[in-house]
T-cell receptor, first 112, second 113 residues
């Protein structure tokens, strides 16, 4: 079945550092890809998405490009802030009922 | 402001009890979902519903059932709670047209003792 693999955490960075969180997927067909973020004590919220190959999703300075040839959707940000500390989930959705398959999540800790 | 609300943020139940988790959305979404979140495992789908009175099993339905009598409300039922059902439960909803763009509730942390 479909699956998502993302890098283990926690990822610990200093403020203004460059961030990469790796995500790869296995899927039949042509899934849509997502990054969701969970801030402490809250539910998940959509950060960005891409629906087809070579699409780039972006939001709040974060970016990810749908790479079909490498089955990847890595999350990047050029300069992280303390307020970016959260857990980040990579996910894909099927083309049927659009249920999500999630990776295990990567905790990001940003220090001043 | 669009919302998905869950009936409790924290719940403590005893083994063998019947437990009801309620979820309500105000966005007229067709799809509703129940996920379970555990450390190191991410989120796993328990059940989902794409219409009133319709339900489909997800990846881990054993020990759970669901009910959707109205479009805005989706209930998760633990028929006889067990300690291995201690977890964070997240409800989500979405339009059928938006391909995986879920709105999530804040979660219910359930402890079964």
């Amino acid at each position: 079945g479909d699956s998502v693999t993302q890098m283990e955490g926690p990822v610990t960075l200093s403020e203004e550092a460059f961030l990469t969180i790796n995500c790869t997927y296995t899927a039949t067909g042509y899934p849509s890809l997502f990054w969701y973020v969970q801030y402490p004590g809250e539910g998940l919220q959509l950060l960005l998405k891409a629906t087809k190959a070579d699409d780039k999703g972006s939001n709040k300075g974060f970016e990810a490009t749908y790479r079909k040839e490498t089955t990847s959707f890595h999350l990047e940000k050029g300069s992280v802030q303390v307020s970016d500390s959260a857990v980040y989930f990579c996910a894909l959705s099927d083309q049927g009922f659009q249920k999500l398959v999630f990776g295990t999540g990567t905790r990001l800790l940003v220090s001043p | 402001d669009v919302k998905v609300t869950q009936s409790s943020r924290y719940l403590v139940k005893r083994t063998g009890e019947k437990v009801f988790l309620e979820c309500v959305q105000d966005m007229d979404h067709e799809n509703m979902f129940w996920y379970r979140q555990d450390p190191g495992l991410g989120l796993r789908l328990i059940y989902f519903s794409y219409d009133v009175k319709m339900k489909e099993k997800g990846d881990i339905p054993e020990g759970y059932s669901v009910s959707r009598e109205k479009k805005e409300r989706f209930s998760l039922i633990l028929e006889s709670a067990s300690t291995n059902q201690t977890s964070m439960y997240l409800c989500a909803s979405s339009f059928q047209s938006t391909g995986g763009y879920h709105f999530f509730g804040p979660g219910t942390r359930l402890t079964v003792t």
